[in-house]
C-alpha cells in the first residue's frame, strides 16, 4: 500500500489529470494538482506525521477533505475518488498521458473527439492522419506524438533520484533490521546520485544462515508487486510503483568488489579491468585476482589500492577523467552535508516561496 509522499502525491496528480480529461471545475483540479506539489515537497513522511497525531490541515492549500483523503490513502492503499474516477474513464486512458507532448488537455480532445481511449488507437489515428484536424493540433503536432508513441515503446522506465530514494531509504531500513545482516547499501546509479535512477542494486552482507532469509524478507516485503526471480543469494523484484529493485547477499571478504563492480559506471568499470589487466590482475564482483589468489576486494578502497589508485567517490565514476586524477592525487574535494552553513532564504508560511 502506498506509505511514501511520493505514492500519495501521485495518487492526487492522476485524480487532478482525470478530473480535467472529465471537464471538471479547474479549482477543484488545481486543489489537487497543489496538494501533489505539497505533499511531494514535505521533507517528513506523511504516514509518520499520521502516527504523530500531527494535524494535516496545517498544511499549505490542505483542507479537511484532502487530509480526509490523505488519511485514507495512508490506512487503505487505496483513494475511493480515484477509483471511482477509473470506472468512469476507460481504464487505459491514463497511459496516453505518459507520451510527451500529451496533457490532460489534448488527451480530453482526443477522448471526446476521436474516441481515443488507448496507445495503439492514439497510434492508429496519428498515422491514418486524423489528429491534424483537431483544433490545436495539426500536422506537426501529429507527427510529433507519433514519434513519441515509437519512443515510449522502448523507452525504460526511470525515477527522479529523490522519488527513489523515499523506497531505496525504506527497504534498506527493512533489510538491515532481519537478523545475521551486517551492512545493507543501495549501489548502482543511485549510489552515483545520478538525477534519475531506472532500478535498484542492493548488496548485503550476512551470516551464512541468514542469506535465504534475507532473500526470503525481501521478496514478501510489503511494496513488492511482482517477483522476477528468487535464488539462495539474490533476487529480482519489481515494486508497486513500477521500480525494479535486484538483490545480492555477498561474503564479507568480496563486499568491497561486489560494491565496486554493481555501482558503475560501465564505463568506469571497464577502464579499472583493463588497468588491473596490464598489471596481470583480474577484477570481478568477487575481488581482486592475481592468477587464483585473491589480493584485496574486502574494501573498495583496497580495489583503488591494488591498480595503483587512490579511492574515487562513487558521484565520480563515469570515466570523464577522474581515474587520471587519482593516478596523480588530484580528485576534487566533494560538497558534504558539514559544508553547508544557514539558510540560504527563508520566507513566511503566507507567501511559501511559491511566487
Known amino acids: 500500500m502506498p506509505k511514501h509522499n511520493a505514492d500519495i502525491a501521485a495518487v492526487f496528480e492522476e485524480i487532478a489529470d482525470l ?21 511531494g515537497e514535505l521533507s517528513q513522511e506523511i504516514s509518520r506525521l499520521l502516527e504523530k497525531g500531527e494535524d494535516l490541515t496545517e498544511l499549505p492549500g490542505i483542507g479537511d477533505d484532502l487530509a480526509g483523503k490523505i488519511k485514507e490513502i495512508v490506512d487503505s492503499g487505496h483513494c475511493s475518488l480515484l477509483d471511482r474516477l477509473h470506472t468512469e474513464l476507460p481504464p487505459a486512458i491514463t497511459e496516453l498521458l505518459k507520451i510527451p507532448g500529451l496533457g490532460p488537455k489534448r488527451v480530453k480532445a482526443l477522448y471526446h473527439d476521436l474516441d481515443v481511449q488507448t496507445l495503439e488507437q492514439l497510434y492508429r489515428a496519428a498515422r491514418d492522419g486524423r489528429i491534424r484536424a ?3 493540433f495539426g500536422e506537426k503536432t501529429e507527427n510529433n ?9 522502448n523507452q525504460t522506465q526511470r525515477f527522479k533520484l529523490t522519488i527513489a530514494a523515499q523506497y531505496a531509504e525504506a527497504l534498506e531500513k527493512f533489510l538491515a533490521a532481519i537478523s545475521g545482516v ?26 551464512v544462515a541468514a542469506a535465504s532469509q534475507v532473500v526470503q524478507g525481501f521478496t ?27 538483490l545480492r547477499v555477498v561474503e564479507e571478504e568480496s563486499y568491497g568488489a561486489a560494491l565496486h563492480y554493481f555501482t558503475g559506471s560501465k564505463s568506469h568499470n571497464i ?20 592468477d ?13 589500492a591494488a591498480v595503483g589508485l587512490s579511492y574515487i567517490p562513487p558521484e565520480l565514476r563515469e570515466n570523464r577523467g577522474e581515474i587520471a586524477m587519482a593516478r596523480t592525487g588530484k580528485l576534487p574535494r566533494l560538497v558534504e552535508q558539514a559544508d553547508l552553513r544557514g539558510d540560504l532564504h527563508v520566507h513566511t508560511k503566507a507567501t511559501d516561496g511559491h511566487n
Open 220 to 246: 514478501t516485503y510489503d511494496e513488492v508487486a511482482e517477483i522476477l526471480s528468487a535464488g539462495t543469494t539474490r533476487a529480482s523484484v519489481i515494486l508497486k510503483c513500477g521500480l525494479q529493485v535486484d
Open 182 to 207: 551486517l551492512k545493507v547499501t543501495v549501489a548502482g546509479s543511485y549510489r552515483r546520485m545520478r538525477e534519475t535512477v531506472g532500478d535498484l542494486d542492493i548488496l548485503v552482507t550476512a551470516s
Open 19 to 39: 478530473l480535467e480529461i472529465q471537464g471538471a471545475n479547474p479549482f477543484r483540479i488545481r486543489a489537487y494538482r497543489n496538494a501533489a506539489r505539497v505533499v
Open 134 to 136: 483537431l483544433p490545436g
Open 292 to 304: 587464483k589468489t585473491r589480493i584485496a576486494g574486502e574494501t573498495e578502497a583496497s580495489v583503488y
Open 145 to 153: 506524438i507519433l514519434q513519441a508513441i515509437e519512443a515510449h515503446a
Open 271 to 290: 577502464a579499472i579491468r583493463r588497468i588491473a589487466q596490464k598489471s596481470g590482475l583480474k577484477i570481478n564482483e568477487y575481488g581482486v585476482f592475481r
